[in-house]
């Protein structure tokens, strides 16, 4: 079954191709092409504009459900939802919570990857314990602790190798074994919810990590005099920056500033969204705690602390753009191929690519999402 879809532009991971036709084969990205024979069927998107599906590789919750939840069918409500925001994979991020619960969210996860039938499931990321309690941001600090391999090792099996990545403080003791190891085993780690000094962060990449937890939130701030997490985050090479633009977060000249350092292509747009993405205001839980939305933000009953966001990947798109510090082509290569290449994944999603499932997303010319297809075929539209 092959058939071409027609669009103003096509967005690849190292250019924009303008016209033409990009061919879907049996779900699948074929040739663009700029004409097609009279006899072929099109999709015709004249006036639209063709995207990779967004990957969000840090997300919580959506649609009500949350990953921590432990329920099959809070994992198929929040994959399903997701669509609509033009995601098309995504990591189902855990929360600091005890040994036990995050082994039975793990094999929750695990035996619902292959059956979800919206956004896909490309793995799992662990967001802690082995944090610090001075960020310790919207998570339980009873629960933080030094890493340990034996955990990781029982979590992954519950998880049947789908974590992917797992977040912790640099500081913590143990850290460079067991960065050094679970990146050989093809885990990424990233570094936050920390106090760390800028060479306990230097020292964590050295071992092997390689990703930065919401760059700003969560972390020791960058001193002339001791450069901190967010001066590991500006100078070390190599790594990629997680940023969640929701205007609350971090300030649109603190992003600006961090694209700048970092360069467009190691910033991975992130929404950390919690269970009331896509939701109506009022009262939620995050994990274990009571939390407030109102005016686009989740903050925490009782500190006033933000709590994860409610943030659509489709819109931050539109806010970097909006505020001048990313041309589109930028902002949609930091929200599907960096994020995909943040966690080893660009072989399976996050670009247009001959041979790659047909997972994309039609936007018009104010960026706003049209309509979601995966492996070739519609399943949300506007």
Known sequence: MTSYIKADCFYYSDQVKENGYLEIKDGRFGKWTETVDDHAEVIDYSGYQIAPGLVDTHIHGYAGADVMDNSAQGIHKMSEGLLSTGVTSFLPTTLTSDFEHLK???????????KVEGAKIQGIY?????????????????????????????????????IKKIALAPEREGVEDFVSTVTKAGVRVALGHSNG??????????????????????????????????GAVYNIPGTYAELICDGHHVSP??????????????????TDCMRAGGSADGDYMLGEFPVIVEKGTARLKDSGSLAGSILKLKDAIKNVVAWGIASP?????????????????EDVCGQIKEGHAADFIVLDKD??????????QKVFEA
């Open 329 to 345: 082509a930028e902002a949609i290569h930091m929200s599907s191929y960096v994020p995909a290449e943040s966690v080893g994944l």
């Open 104 to 114: 039975k969210v793990s094999a929750t996860i695990a035996s619902e990857a292959d």
């Open 253 to 270: 000249v603190a992003c600006d500033i961090l694209m700048q350092q970092k360069g467009h292509n190691h910033v991975a747009l992130i």
């Open 367 to 376: 960026l706003e999402l049209c309509a979601t297809y995966l492996d070739g």
């Open 126 to 162: 662990f967001e802690g314990p082995y944090f610090t309690e001075e960020f310790k941001g919207a998570q339980n600090p009873i629960y933080m602790k030094n890493p340990r391999l034996d955990e990781f090792e029982a979590w992954q099996k519950a998880a049947n190798g789908l």
């Open 197 to 230: 000094t800028y060479a306990q962060a230097h020292e964590a990449v050295k071992a092997g990590a390689s990703v930065w937890v919401h760059a700003y939130n969560g972390m020791r701030g960058l001193n002339h005099r001791e450069p901190g997490m967010v």
